[in-house]
């Protein structure tokens, strides 16, 4: 199955994303400049990475997200695209409108870097369906800009629609609601702080991160 990563000026966890997703495809993916203006019609998921995008100026994500790929982006996730964002990835996602809220300044004004446990606050979407519910993860968490926050009414209707997926157990950035990872409403966009491609394989100390691929490509 072929799969992609969008790659940005400062990226830096394209590569592990790439590694994820040839172990779980057995397929390389395309991987997508940024200033590319179309992502190619066989892709039938997409990774948006990690990393520093043009250095986290201004906000994090906030330029990546006027990148000329994003529109294409848009414009397939609305047609129904799987699209993962993971930490720089989901500050571009919600800097693109496509997931709702807004990642500031951990409230430790620390850089966090960590193992995070995280409870499953969704285990019944395409992301997730392969998770335990009543299992805790362990997935890895390497941000300065992860504290969640989104405005009461975005936050009641988020919770209310089951668009929460994962929260922290002991919250590390001060995310309202102890978010760590949400969904769009048509539940084809997942957006998350913690690093699941970093927890893929015994040697990288875990495979909790492993279930969230399995779960999207096997529902493709
Ligand atoms: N690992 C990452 O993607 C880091 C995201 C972002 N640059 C931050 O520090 O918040």
Redesign the pocket.
Known sequence: MQTAVIVFPAS??DRDAAVALETHTGKAPHMIWHKDTSIPDDVRFVVV?????YG?YLR??AIAAQSPVIKDLKQKAEAGLPVLG????F?ILTEAGMLPGA?MRNAGQK?VCKISRLRLANAQTRFTKLYDAKHEIDIPV?????NYFADDDTLRRIEGSGQVVFRYVDNPNGSRGDIAGIINQAGNVLGMMP?PERAIDPLHGGTDGSNIFKSILGSL
């Open positions: 830096n966890c990475p990690g990393g520093f995008s986290d994090s994500g993971i930490c720089n990835g500050q990642l850089f390497a941000h300065h800009d992860g690093h």
